[in-house]
């Protein structure tokens, strides 16, 4: 059964900082891509960052360049997106995905970014 599961979402103020981890199991977490997206109310889903399966890669998206950071442990089959300096725009549920020959989608944590 194929999981991922994603923690760390949470209220923090604006400038500050959360970790976001998501734990895979089912499938082979070391030969597949991994990215985080993320979906604020009333807008569509959009990529956050990406990173290759073998970690020697990433990719992320203008808004977050600098401040969001994406990594990954292929021994704890676990991706993370550490986020510093959060502004409020950055409110929104954030999904993991995986991609191999199939795509799956994690079921989503709450970050909001309040005083």
């Known amino acids: 059964q194929v999981q991922l599961v994603e923690s760390g979402g949470g209220l923090v103020q604006p400038g500050g900082s959360l970790r976001l981890s998501c734990v895979a199991s089912?499938?082979?977490?070391?030969?597949?891509?991994m990215s985080w997206y993320r979906q604020a109310p009333g807008k569509e889903r959009e990529l956050v960052a990406r990173?290759?399966?073998?970690?020697?890669?990433?990719n992320y998206a203008d808004s977050v360049k600098g401040r969001f950071t994406i990594s990954r442990d292929n021994a704890k089959s676990t991706v993370y997106l550490q986020m510093n300096s959060l502004k409020s725009e950055d409110t929104a549920v954030y999904y993991c995905?995986?991609?191999?020959?199939?795509?799956?989608w994690g079921q989503g944590t709450q970050v909001t970014v309040s005083s």
């Open positions: 089912g499938f082979t977490f070391s030969n597949s891509a």
């Open positions: 990173i290759t399966s073998a970690g020697d890669s990433t």
């Open positions: 995905r995986a991609v191999n020959r199939y795509i799956y």
